[in-house]
């Protein structure tokens, strides 16, 4: 493989004056791309920083990422995305991609000033964190994005429905905990949907973790500009962990019963929803080591999206390489760079190696990230991240002194 620029140029064996990597007996796939993840930067520094979430970016095969604007400050001001931008050309070892509030301090009433936002450096807007609860905001601020030429990540959540802090089922009500039905999710999806046909923007739509909501997409393909992503634990964990009370178990949206899980997978296979994204939401000890009522909602993310997924669907045989590989990787590289996305001349020379036959124990010490708050801790999964490289630079390396130049 010839790389130049920055860019795949040509992909063959034996090319002379080129970069190569010693790679035998792995796997090379295209960067893995994350359009959702929480760096907590700024303000939460204690948890995540732009430097460690990179560099668990990178640990986990990802090339770039997308942060979400739920920060202190909330990131709803020109100045505070230039800012960013400014930090993350110098900080970060990943592409990362700044996604602004869609409305002044995430609480869903003022639109914040859209065009001044990507002038300053923003790639999208987005409601993450709270979800946007009045339909008449959400439509003026599709209008407002389209207008401004801004992709929308949505958090679909209706919080006069969403009063719990699981899943409102037989595992929640074994438990002794106060649950929200997966209606919570449906009602904001379908007005979602229905806004984004209706206004003709580009909408996004995070998370989805029900078999209706994944119905609702489907039905909605191909009558409005829209994509979705599910997460690596809505795809593989269900809402009997809460049984446990611990509060490491604590997201949102909440981890659904087996029933959701297989919807969501098999419209993940099917192509209905598009990509995989982590959610990447490092908390300290301190927020998570508490009863679940209690603990702050979130899961890291990062490194163990791949290996949770190849160990749980693919070896299963329920989902294809290739699919997870498309899901991860090309499409939402081409969601973000509009263009050529994978292992193909002039494609970014964004790369993943794995190990696929090396198994892993996940453990805390051993994380990059700031934060332990991964529900997989104390899990064996194969598949090793071995290298990543961007922009033809290897920016994880396991693989020792193997990456060089040949004459």
Not at 186 to 196: E, F, N, S, Y
Not at 222 to 244: C, F, K, N, Q, Y
Not at 327 to 356: E, F, H, K, N, Q
Not at 376 to 396: D, N
């Amino acid at each position: 493989m010839r790389l130049s620029a920055g860019r795949v140029t040509e992909v063959g064996k034996n090319l002379q004056g080129t970069r190569y990597l010693d790679a035998d007996g792995l796997h090379l796939f295209p960067g893995f791309v994350d359009v959702h993840a929480h760096w907590r930067t700024p303000g939460r520094e204690d948890e995540e920083t732009i430097e460690t979430g990179s560099a668990a970016a990178a640990a986990g095969g990802f090339t770039s990422v997308v942060m979400m604007p739920n920060t202190d400050p909330v990131v709803d001001k020109p100045v505070i995305v230039s800012g960013l931008v400014r930090r993350v050309e110098k900080e970060s070892r990943v592409r990362a991609y700044v996604s602004a509030a869609l409305h002044e301090g995430l609480k869903g009433e003022r639109l914040t000033e859209m065009r001044l936002l990507k002038d300053a450096g923003a790639f999208c807007v987005s409601d993450d964190g709270l979800g946007t609860q009045k339909a008449g905001v959400l439509r003026n601020a599709m209008l407002y994005a389209k207008s401004a030429g801004l992709p929308i990540i949505l958090h679909c959540e209706d919080h006069t429905l969403a009063t719990g802090v699981v899943n409102d089922g037989i595992a929640a009500a074994l438990a002794g905990l106060p649950g929200s039905p997966g209606s919570a999710e449906d009602v904001a999806t379908a007005t979602a949907l229905v806004l984004a046909t209706e206004t003709g923007a580009k909408v996004h739509i995070t998370h989805v973790s029900t078999a209706l909501s994944a119905a609702l997409v489907g039905f909605f393909k191909g009558r409005a500009d829209i994509t979705t992503d599910t997460t690596p634990h809505h795809l593989t964990l269900t809402d009997e962990l809460v049984s446990t009370l611990e509060g490491l178990y604590r997201v949102n949206p909440p981890l659904r019963p087996d029933e959701d899980r297989v919807g969501v997978g098999d419209a993940l296979k099917s192509g209905i929803l598009d990509f995989v994204a982590t959610d990447h939401a490092p908390h300290a000890a301190s927020e998570k080591d508490l009863p679940l009522e209690e603990a702050a909602p979130g899961f890291l993310g990062h490194e163990t999206a791949f290996p949770a997924l190849y160990t749980e669907l693919v070896r299963s045989g329920k989902l294809s390489l290739s699919r997870l590989v498309e899901a991860m990787a090309s499409a939402p590289g081409r969601w973000i760079g509009g263009g050529a996305y994978g292992v193909s001349a002039g494609a970014p020379a964004d790369l993943t190696l794995v190990d696929l036959s090396d198994e892993w124990t996940v453990r805390e010490d051993a994380l990059v990230s700031r934060s332990s708050n991964s529900p997989y801790l104390g899990r064996k999964l194969a598949a090793r991240i071995v290298g990543t490289i961007v922009g033809g630079e290897l920016v994880h390396n396991e693989l020792g002194a193997k990456f060089g130049a040949r004459g």
